[in-house]
């Protein structure tokens, strides 16, 4: 594994520099913290909670290639959940962070369900928001849906209850630590440390709106600072929008990759002595609109001439995968230390959320005067089967197709059905796939019912995206929730985050223009082309509300399934695990030596593994 570096700038006035810092398998160095200024404004009550969520570490499928071969065979470094409570006296919300490759809608039922037993109605579906960090290196087999189920050997219980149990866990530790504090906000640009895998679709945005942004990523980083009423630091949470791909399909050992790498770093600087996930500060990394970001800067090149890709469709001339060299840089510990120490501008104000349950597969929206657009049953591109430059497919499936395959779609035809011609004519110009909204057997391939929510601590509003937002379409959302939260007057200098990988997976959500080219994100917006929109309109409801403040007149929606027939399993019964003769489980093998002694910069990585 190589290392990299990158730059970082404040963007806010006041002291501006640059920074470059070794990302990996380095020291983090002692920092100067600056003291805050006495705050006058109302304490929050606060509470910060981390357990571990880690699961069975072998055989179990790998959630986020979708590769068959990729079965976890050991460890790299554990899972965890990281939670955070914040209550102003009249409401309470929670926002969790887990080391997975999504929240699935299974697993945010169960641990809903879980909670409700354990605190009654004080932690519901509207203050609780999961989020993942989308590490393509976690335990499958938490969904529900057939078509997630068959790609991770379907609902394995034994991977989906450590889930369950370490989120739950996490909240039960913030809530019984919880005390009065403050909230700040930093904010700045992480350099060199990300780039857009489909700049093609990209540019299909219109150019005014590309000009208003120097950069075809997002390369801002949010940073919300906890501290209790002494000025102490008690943890952090931190919006970055990159891809958790820094280790490759290659790899099966489970891991936290680049988030929990960064987090891991943090905390281990702020508990000094503490073993992993066992110090008192807890630092939340956070996805956000990452759908089109990678971390592997080098870019896509063809593996066996290392010469670079196709532009367009990420192919090779003359074969071989087309695939990007693998870094673990992605967030860099040291520049986010110097944005947590130098955050001084407090978060006040009330704490408010908003939820709602929505079909997406019929969510019409009036556009202008004469026309409305409409959203379709869930459907998959020829594309997706190509998969990305961070992970391609294994068949002759490439990126930017908008039309079929005679070949494959026959196959379809016979194992599968047709798509209808409504599909296809509400998912154009994508070429389907696999008409997952028209496939019911066992159970849905995909789901119907979606959570959208915003919940909103003072100034800082988030939002819980179900699905991975493109760099544009991002920026689209975080614009119209700001507008909508000040158009009232009563909110001012809002921070609009992007919270990706919530509460359900729905693939992708791209713009629509960025849809008509069908890369890969374009071809996974199963909803089709005029996904975007409905979220815009949905999210803009739920913001109006907070802003008017009648969050309780909005109505629930149709409440999502939780399926308790036909859940399939596809794993073997497991081998039964045998002992040396003369020998018993637990016996120590080689004995620890008293002292060890630093050796170069392996020593953190060695002493994960």
Known sequence: MSGSTTGWRQSRPGSVQTLNSTLVLTPVSCLCFLSDPEPQNPPYL?????????????????????????????????????????DDGNQRVVFVTADVGMISQRLRLEVLRALKEKYGDLYRRDNVVLSGTHTHCGPAGYFQYTLFMISSSGYIKAATEPLVNGIVKSIAIAHSNMKPGRIYRNTGELDDSSLNRSPHSYLNNPENERNRYPWNTDKQVLVLKFTDLDGDGIGLISWFAVHAVSMNYTNRMVSSDNMGYASYLLEEDKSRGALPGQGTFVAGFSSSNLGDVSPNIKGPHCMNSGLPCDYLN??????????????VNGLCCCPLQELYAAAVEEVTGPVQAAHQWVNMTDVTVQINNTHTVSTCKPALGHSFAAGTTDGGGDLNFTQGAVEGDPFWDGIRDALLGQPSNQTKECHHPKPILFSTGEMNWPLPWHPQIVDVQIIKIGSVAVIAVPGEMTTMSGRRLRQAVR???????????????????????????????????QRYEGASTIYGPHTLTAYLHKYRGLARAIAQNKVSKLPAGPEPPFFTKNLFNLMAAAAVDRKPENSSFGDILDQVHPVYRQVGSWVRQSTDR
Do not use: W
Not at 65 to 78: D, F, L, M, S, V
Not at 488 to 511: C, D, M, P
């Open 483 to 517: 507008e909508e939260l000040e158009s009232e007057g009563t909110f001012r200098n809002t921070e609009v985050v992007i919270a990706g990988l919530s509460n359900i997976y729905t693939h992708y959500i791209t713009t629509y223009e960025e849809y008509q080219v």
């Open 46 to 86: 606060i509470g910060v909670g981390r357990a571990d969520c880690t699961g069975p570490p072998a055989e179990i499928p790998l959630m986020g290639y979708a590769n068959p071969q990729q079965k976890a065979a050991g460890i790299h470094t554990r899972l965890y959940s990281r939670a955070f409570i914040i």
């Open 314 to 327: 990420s192919s090779c001339p003359v074969g071989g995968l087309c695939s990007s060299s693998i870094l």
